[in-house]
Structures are given as C-alpha cells and as structure tokens.
C-alpha cells in the first residue's frame, strides 16, 4: 500500500470564518463542496487542511483523512485485523470510495482513493 497524503480533519461549525482563518495562514482553497473544505499550500502540495462542519455520507466527522492508492486493499487488511469500521467502504458521488475506520484510541480515520 502506498500513502498518498495524509490530512488533518478539523470539524468546525464555520467552514467560510475557518477557511478564511487559514487563508490568512497562506493557504488556498482547492475543494469546497460547502460542508467540506480542502485546503492547501500554493508553494508545497503535500501541505493540506481539511475543514468539516458535517459529513454527507457518513454518521461520523473524521480526525485524519488518508489517502492510498488502493482503498479496497487497504479495506481489507484493516477488516482482517478485527479494526472496527465506522462507515463501510463506499463509492461517494463527490468522486472518492472511502471508508471509515477507528483507530485503537478512538479516533476516526477517513481512508480514501479518488476515482
């Protein structure tokens, strides 16, 4: 498996104060489907903010989203674990197929492929 990113999830009830929040910090927009923001340095790509003030699809708000470049591998290594799966893997109509997972201290991670 290779990562291809991983973001930090700030859930935030103000994606438009908080965007402009890290605008200010350089950061522009990339992606803003209006209950989530992606953020990223103009300068350094890999450098990226995720903003969430609800998820579309799912009953949770992550903590980290991290992208691989294959998402069903990864689904099923993580499952064989016993690792427990807060939302299944799923094919979004924003263009992603992700699922969610808990890590051992309870934080939610979004693992992610685009399509």
Same mark, same amino acid.
């Given at each position: &498996?290779?990562?291809? /990113?991983?973001?930090?999830?700030?859930?935030?009830?103000? $994606? %438009?104060?908080?965007?402009? @929040?890290?605008? =200010?910090?350089? @950061?522009?927009?990339? &992606?803003?489907?209006?209950?989530?923001?992606? =953020?990223?340095?103009?300068?350094? $790509?890999?450098?990226?903010?995720? =903003?969430?003030?609800? #998820?579309?699809?799912?009953?949770? +708000? $992550?903590? =980290?989203? %991290?992208?691989?470049?294959?998402? #069903?591998?990864? +689904?099923?290594?993580?499952?064989?674990?016993?690792?427990?799966?807060?939302? $299944?893997?799923? #094919?979004?109509?924003?263009?992603? /197929?992700?699922?969610? %997972? /808990?890590?051992?201290?309870?934080? %939610?991670?979004?693992?992610?492929?685009? /399509?």
């Amino acid at each position: &498996m290779t990562i291809r /990113r991983a973001v930090p999830d700030i859930t935030t009830a103000d $994606p %438009v104060a908080s965007s402009g @929040f890290y605008q =200010l910090l350089g @950061f522009r927009e990339e &992606m803003n489907l209006g209950w989530v923001v992606n =953020l990223v340095s103009p300068s350094n $790509p890999a450098a990226q903010v995720i =903003l969430i003030s609800k #998820d579309a699809a799912a009953p949770f +708000y $992550p903590d =980290l989203s %991290v992208e691989v470049d294959d998402v #069903d591998a990864t +689904y099923e290594a993580v499952r064989a674990t016993g690792a427990e799966i807060v939302h $299944p893997i799923t #094919d979004e109509q924003w263009g992603v /197929r992700r699922f969610f %997972v /808990r890590d051992p201290d309870g934080k %939610v991670v979004n693992v992610v492929s685009h /399509r």
